[in-house]
C-alpha cells in the first residue's frame, strides 16, 4: 500500500512553493512547527494528503494519542505527516505546507516519497523552516540564517552558501534528495535561547514567518503573532529579572552579541524596497507606487 493518502489532488496551483516543518530535534522551542501552523490558519490551509506513519515511525518515540470522538468513542489519533494547500489570489505562488514529527525510519524512502509528490503537483520551491538552540540573549531580535546549496538560488534570493558539516536531521537529507531532483530548495534556521525552556517561542516563530515571507513572496498578517512574541519577550524579562544569577547571565551574552556584530550594516537598496512594497500592495488590492527618489 502506498503510504501517501490523498483525500484530493490540488489542481490549478501557481507556481507553488512547498514549506515544510518537523517537530523534533529540527525545531527548538517548537519555533518551526509553530510558524508552519500560523501559516496556515492565516490562509485557511485545506488538508489534501496524509503521509501514513506505519513505514517511518518508532511508536515508543513518537505515540499515538487516544482522543473522545465524541465525548464517549475513544479514537487512536495517529502521528502522520499532513500536507495543505494554501491560496492566495494576490501573492505570486501558491504554497503546499508539510508538518508532522521527524520520522523514526527509512529516511530516504520518506524524502524520495516527498519528491515524487512535489513533482506531481509541479512544486517550483522546497522551503525548510528548522530553529536551533543558540547562546543568543532573548533581549535581541531573532537571527535567522537562510541557507541553501545551488548557487544559483543562493544568488538570486540573498542567501547563504551552506557550508555546514555534521549531524542532520531529516531536513538535510531532504535537502541532499531536493538538490539529487535538481529541484531548488532553502532553508531557514531560527537561533532560539538556549536558557528558555518555555515553548513554543512565539518570537522566534514571527522571525521565520517574516523571513518566509520575503522567500516566497507572501504577505501574511502576523498581527496576532506580534502579540504573543511581545506578551512572551515581556513574561522572560520579568522571570530574568527575578534572579540575579540569570540576569548577569543575559547581561554577559548581550556583550558578547554587541562584540560580535560588524561594524558595517549592509542597508537594503531601494529597489528592494521597491519591489517588496508593490508586492505588499498587490496582495491587499491596492495601486503600488512610482519608484521612489535615488
Request: net charge negative; proline share 8%.
Amino acid at each position: 500500500m502506498n503510504p501517501l493518502e490523498w483525500s484530493y489532488r490540488p489542481d490549478g496551483l501557481r507556481a507553488p512553493a512547498l514549506v515544510c516543518a518537523f517537530r523534533g530535534w529540527n525545531d527548538a522551542a517548537d519555533a518551526a512547527s509553530s510558524a508552519l501552523s500560523f501559516v496556515g490558519e492565516s490562509f485557511d490551509a485545506q488538508r489534501f494528503a496524509t503521509i501514513d506513519p506505519e513505514e517511518f515511525y518508532d511508536f515508543q518515540a513518537t505515540r499515538p494519542r487516544i482522543k473522545m470522538a465524541d465525548g464517549q468513542t475513544r479514537a487512536i489519533e495517529w502521528p502522520a505527516v499532513e500536507l495543505y494547500e494554501v491560496r492566495i489570489p494576490r501573492a505570486p505562488r501558491d504554497l503546499i505546507l508539510l508538518g508532522g514529527s521527524e520520522p523514526s525510519f527509512r529516511w530516504r524512502g520518506f524524502t524520495t516519497l516527498i519528491i515524487e509528490l512535489v513533482e506531481a503537483i509541479g512544486v517550483q520551491l522546497v522551503v525548510t523552516l528548522g530553529a536551533l538552540l543558540a547562546d543568543v540573549p532573548h533581549t535581541r531580535p531573532i537571527a535567522v540564517t537562510g541557507l541553501a546549496s545551488d548557487p544559483v538560488l543562493v544568488q538570486r534570493l540573498g542567501l547563504t552558501q551552506s557550508t555546514y558539516e555534521g549531524p542532520t536531521g531529516i531536513v538535510g537529507v531532504l535537502h541532499g534528495a531536493c538538490q539529487a531532483a535538481g529541484l531548488p530548495s532553502a532553508s531557514l534556521w531560527a537561533a532560539v535561547p538556549h536558557y528558555i525552556a518555555a515553548s513554543p517561542n512565539p518570537k522566534a516563530a514571527l522571525a521565520l514567518v517574516r523571513k518566509l515571507e520575503g522567500l516566497v513572496g507572501v504577505v501574511i498578517d502576523a498581527s496576532d503573532l506580534e502579540q504573543a512574541a511581545s506578551d512572551y519577550e515581556r513574561q522572560v524579562n520579568a522571570a530574568v529579572q527575578s534572579d540575579p544569577d540569570v540576569q548577569a547571565f543575559v547581561e554577559r551574552l548581550e556583550q558578547a552579541a554587541i562584540d560580535e556584530q560588524d561594524d558595517v550594516t549592509e542597508l537594503p537598496s531601494g529597489e528592494s524596497i521597491a519591489r517588496d512594497l508593490q508586492r505588499f500592495l498587490r496582495q491587499r488590492g491596492g495601486e503600488p507606487p512610482g519608484r521612489p527618489p535615488s
